[in-house]
C-alpha cells in the first residue's frame, strides 16, 4: 500500500526565497507530524496537525515557518525568506492518531545557498 | 518541560557484540516505541511497548519496558552489519497532545 509521500525530495534554493514542501499521509490517517532533522542530528518537532487543526504548533523555529493541511489529507510546510540555518531534512509522519506508531515519509531535503 | 533521553548516543562495536541502548523519562509513560533509522533512510516504528515490565522479542532484539513505566532498552545480540543505525526511542507527551516525544537517538557502528 501507498506510504507517506513527500515532495519534492530535493530542494536547492538562494537565500532569502519561500519553498513549500508537500506531504501526502496514509489514507485514514487523522494526525500527521512534520519534524526537521539536521546532519547527524535527532529529530526536532515542528507541527502536529489533529485533521485540519493544530494543535501544538510549539515547534516552529520561527514567524517564517507556517503549515497548513487542508481536507484532513495533503499538508504543506512553508518557510518565507529562507536561511542557511534551515537547510536540514525535513521529515513528515502520519499516523491513526493518539499515540499511535508513527510512518514516515522519505522526507526532503533542503539546501539553502 | 518533559524530556526523553537515550545513551549512548554513540556506540561502536564489532561485528558479533552485543549492544544495548537505554531510554529514560522524566514522567511515566503510557507506552513507549523504538524506531530505527537506517543511514539516509527515514525512522522506520519497530515496536510498542505497553505494560510495565514489558518484554518483547524481535529475532536477536529484545525491548523492555521498565516497571516503573519510565524506562525501556533495546538490547541486540551478535550485531551484524545490516543492524548499523540510529535508534529513538519515544513517548507520548504527557500533555496529551497525541505529539510524541523522541529521545536524541543512539548511532550502532557495527565493525565487520
Known amino acids: 500500500g501507498a506510504g507517506v509521500s513527500q515532495s519534492p525530495s530535493n530542494k536547492v534554493t538562494e537565500k532569502g526565497k519561500d519553498v513549500e514542501l508537500r506531504c501526502d499521509p496514509i489514507?485514514?490517517?487523522?494526525?500527521l507530524y512534520w519534524y526537521r532533522q539536521s546532519l547527524g542530528q535527532g529529530l526536532e518537532f515542528l507541527i502536529y496537525f489533529q485533521g485540519n487543526s493544530a494543535p501544538d504548533k510549539s515547534g516552529l523555529p520561527s514567524d517564517r515557518f507556517s503549515a497548513e493541511r487542508t481536507g484532513g489529507s495533503v499538508s504543506t510546510l512553508t518557510i518565507q525568506r529562507t536561511q542557511q540555518e534551515d537547510s536540514a531534512v525535513y521529515l513528515c509522519?502520519?499516523?491513526?492518531?493518539?499515540?499511535?506508531?508513527?510512518?514516515f515519509g522519505d522526507g526532503t531535503r533542503l539546501s539553502i545557498l | 518541560g518533559q524530556q526523553v533521553m537515550q545513551i549512548p548516543q554513540y556506540q561502536h562495536v564489532q561485528e558479533g557484540e552485543d549492544f544495548t541502548t537505554y531510554c529514560n523519562s522524566s514522567t511515566t509513560l503510557s507506552n513507549i516505541q523504538w524506531y530505527k533509522q537506517r543511514p539516509g533512510g527515514h525512522p522506520v516504528f519497530l515496536i510498542q511497548l505497553v505494560k510495565s515490565g514489558e518484554v518483547k522479542k524481535q529475532k536477536r532484539l529484545t525491548f523492555q519496558f521498565g516497571e516503573a513505566k519510565k524506562n525501556s532498552s533495546l538490547h541486540i545480540t551478535a550485531t551484524q552489519t545490516t543492524d548499523v543505525g540510529t535508534y529513538f526511542c519515544?513517548?507520548?507527551?504527557?500533555?496529551?497532545?497525541?505529539?510524541?516525544?523522541f529521545g536524541q537517538g543512539t548511532t550502532l557502528q557495527v565493525k565487520p
Open positions: 519515544a513517548g507520548p507527551s504527557s500533555s496529551n497532545t497525541g505529539k510524541l516525544i
Open positions: 509522519a502520519s499516523s491513526l492518531g493518539g499515540s499511535q506508531p508513527q510512518h
Open positions: 489514507s485514514g490517517h487523522t494526525a
